[in-house]
C-alpha cells in the first residue's frame, strides 16, 4: 500500500489540529503535530521544551535548527516513514519547506492543503478555545465538555490555552502573514496546493478536504 503524506497549512485556529485529528483517523496514519510536540516537551520540562518556552508564549517561531532537527527525527520512526503522516504546524516558512522536501526525498508530500478561514472568524475561535491539559482534545466555550470542565475523553482539566491571549494571538497571526502565508505561492508554483474552505461546520469541512485529497491521491 502506498503511504499518505498530508501537510495542512492555516492560519491560528483555522482548524489544523481539529481537522488532522479527523484525517490521520481516515487515512490510518499518525498525526504530526509541532505544536502538541512542543506542549508535551514543555510540559516534560526537557531541554527542546526549554528552548522553546519563551517563543511559545511570545506567540514568535521557535528557530528553525530546533523545529527542523525535532521533525526529522519523527519522520524517521516506523509509523511515519511506512504509513505517511497527517502534518500541522511545519512547515511555517520556506526555509522549513525547503528541510521538508529534504528529509523526505525521494518521497515527496502527496499534498499540501491550505485551510482558508477569514481572520475575523479564527480569532473568535481562538477566544472561546478550551483545551484538555491531558489528551489535547479541543473545546470551547460554545461547546464544552458534559461535566464541570473536565475532558469528556480522559477527564483531565480543560483550560484556556496560555498563548490563547489577545495580545499573543495577534502576534502570531502576524507572523502568519509575514512567514507562513508566502508558502502558498511556493507549494502552487511546484503544482502541490489546494486550497479548501474552513468555514462551516468541522463535518462539512472533512468532507471538503476529503474530496480534495481524494482527487488528488488518485492522480497518484
Ligand atoms: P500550534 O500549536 O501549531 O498553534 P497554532 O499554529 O497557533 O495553531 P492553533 O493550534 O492555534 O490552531 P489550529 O488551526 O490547530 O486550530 P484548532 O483545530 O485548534 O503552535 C503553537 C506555538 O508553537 C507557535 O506559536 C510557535 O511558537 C511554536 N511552533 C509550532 N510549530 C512551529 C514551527 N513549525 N516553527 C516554529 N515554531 C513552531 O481550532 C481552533 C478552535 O476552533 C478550537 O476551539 C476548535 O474547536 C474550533 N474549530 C475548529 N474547526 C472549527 C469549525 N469548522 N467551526 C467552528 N469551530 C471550529
Given at each position: 500500500m502506498l503511504a499518505t503524506r498530508l501537510v495542512i497549512l492555516g492560519?491560528?485556529?483555522?482548524g489544523k489540529g481539529t481537522q488532522a485529528i479527523r484525517l490521520s483517523q481516515h487515512f490510518r496514519v499518525p498525526r504530526i503535530s509541532t505544536g502538541d510536540m512542543f506542549r508535551m516537551f514543555v510540559k516534560g520540562d526537557s531541554e527542546i521544551g526549554r528552548r522553546a518556552k519563551k517563543y511559545m508564549e511570545s506567540g514568535d517561531l521557535v528557530p528553525d535548527e530546533v523545529v527542523n532537527e525535532m521533525v526529522r527525527e519523527r519522520l524517521v520512526e516506523l509509523d511515519a516513514s511506512e504509513h505517511g503522516f497527517v502534518m500541522e504546524?511545519?512547515?511555517?516558512n520556506v526555509a522549513q519547506a525547503d528541510a521538508l522536501d529534504d528529509m523526505l526525498s525521494p518521497h515527496p508530500v502527496d499534498l499540501v492543503i491550505e485551510l482558508d478561514v477569514p481572520t475575523g472568524v479564527v480569532m473568535r475561535r481562538l477566544a472561546s478555545r478550551r483545551v484538555c491539559t491531558v489528551c489535547g482534545l479541543n473545546y470551547s466555550v460554545d461547546a464544552p465538555?458534559?461535566?464541570?470542565?473536565?475532558?469528556?475523553?480522559?477527564g483531565g482539566d480543560v483550560v484556556q490555552r496560555e498563548d490563547d491571549t489577545e495580545a499573543v494571538i495577534s502576534r502570531r497571526l502576524d507572523q502568519y502573514d509575514k512567514q507562513t502565508a508566502p508558502l502558498v505561492a511556493w507549494y502552487l508554483a511546484t503544482d502541490r496546493l489546494a486550497a479548501v474552505d474552513g468555514e462551516g461546520d468541522p463535518d462539512t469541512v472533512t468532507r471538503r478536504l476529503l474530496r480534495a485529497i481524494e482527487s488528488r491521491l488518485a492522480r497518484r
Open positions: 492560519k491560528q485556529g483555522a504546524g511545519f512547515p511555517r465538555p458534559k461535566k464541570n470542565w473536565t475532558c469528556d475523553a480522559c
